[in-house]
């Protein structure tokens, strides 16, 4: 059996500007007469038209986009800035500052001073994963669980484990978190980490004038329901001397990229540190945002910044 066939076809490019939409075409009923040029007239206008009205559809439709986007940056942000601390407390025995610098895209940089107890203070830096709200979901249910396991708590590696399983059930596949805790102890005068997979805190001391990584054992949160995670996860004791200095920061530190799309890195920012440690706190983080924004230049920031610097008085 034989379908029926058109006498004649018209088509046309749906064109806008230099933007290929589609295709418009019409055939003629079978059996009918061949198309006319008044037809052809007809048909071109009405695919101009066509082009025309499904441009201003796409248009319409990424503005939509962008509104939903810059709203969902914009709560993102909100929710980061309620959670990040405003100020360092004040602690015997040390002297911290911290600070983050957010990127356009927000993303789930976190730090945060918690009081374990009258003598020890609790210092926590994290990033989570992924960009906008999600993250920062993320990001305020860690704060909140990392503060309820902290109070009263000496053992940084127990505090992350209990994050961690209570994290993990609310955790996507495609997320994760790393973070490093600490605590101050300013009656033993000592420091004692524990690091989740997050970038290694940077250790400066005073009397060789060397600045070298604190790479304890770790791996990020959110990955593992507990068992791994429980074993690669353990306290290292940090010992501080007058004048020296630990250094926590995010990694849009050393991924922080110039305009040939050169890395900060991490021998950079050892140089920062080194440089200013004698400053104090302040000014390791003052120096290390600086010679940052020196070294990108008018390059866009890709990442946020987190930097925490604690110097032993």
């Given at each position: 059996m034989s379908s029926p066939k058109a006498e004649s076809l018209m088509a046309a490019a749906l064109r806008y500007g230099q933007q290929d939409l589609g295709v418009l075409a019409v055939a003629n009923a079978p059996n009918g007469p061949p198309f006319s040029q008044g037809d052809f007239v007809v048909f071109k206008s009405i695919a101009e038209q066509s082009a025309f009205a499904l441009y201003n559809a796409i248009i319409?439709?990424?503005?939509?986009?962008?509104?939903?986007?810059?709203?969902?940056?914009e709560i993102a942000r909100d929710i980061q800035r309620i959670l990040l601390p405003a100020d360092a407390p004040a602690i015997n025995g040390f002297q911290i500052s911290?600070?983050?610098?957010?990127?356009?895209?927000?993303?789930?940089?976190?730090?945060?001073?918690?009081?374990?107890?009258?003598?020890?203070?609790?210092?926590?830096?994290?990033?989570v994963s992924g960009k906008g709200v999600p993250a920062s979901l993320i990001m305020a249910i860690c704060r909140s669980v990392l503060r309820t396991e902290a109070a009263r708590n000496p053992s940084p590696a127990d505090v992350l484990r209990k994050v961690n399983r209570q994290l993990y059930p609310?955790?996507?596949?495609?997320?994760?978190?790393?973070?490093?805790?600490?605590?101050?102890?300013?009656?033993?005068?000592?420091?004692?980490?524990?690091?989740?997979g997050h970038d290694a805190p940077l250790l400066y001391?005073?009397?060789?004038?060397?600045?070298?990584?604190?790479?304890?054992?770790?791996?990020?949160?959110?990955i593992d329901?507990?068992?791994?995670?429980?074993?690669?996860?353990?306290?290292?004791?940090?010992?501080l001397e007058r004048d020296d200095c630990l250094v926590l920061y995010t990694d849009g530190v050393t991924e922080a990229l110039n305009s040939e799309g050169d890395e900060f890195g991490l021998d950079r920012m050892a140089q920062s540190v080194r440089g200013s440690a004698t400053g104090g706190a302040p000014a390791i983080v003052k120096k290390v945002i600086e010679d940052v924004r020196t070294f990108t230049g008018a390059n866009p920031q890709n990442d946020d910044i987190t930097l925490i610097a604690i110097h032993k008085t």
């Open positions: 319409y439709s990424m503005a939509n986009e962008k509104k939903r986007l810059d709203h969902d940056l911290g600070i983050n610098v957010p990127a356009r895209q927000v993303s789930g940089d976190y730090f945060d001073y918690i009081r374990v107890d009258d003598e020890r203070l609790g210092v926590a830096i994290a990033d609310d955790i996507k596949e495609d997320m994760f978190i790393s973070m490093a805790y600490l605590i101050l102890d300013h009656e033993h005068n000592g420091v004692t980490l524990a690091r989740a001391k005073r009397r060789a004038k060397t600045v070298t990584p604190v790479k304890s054992p770790g791996m990020v949160v959110g329901s507990g068992n791994v995670f429980d074993r690669l996860t353990s306290d290292f004791a940090v010992a």
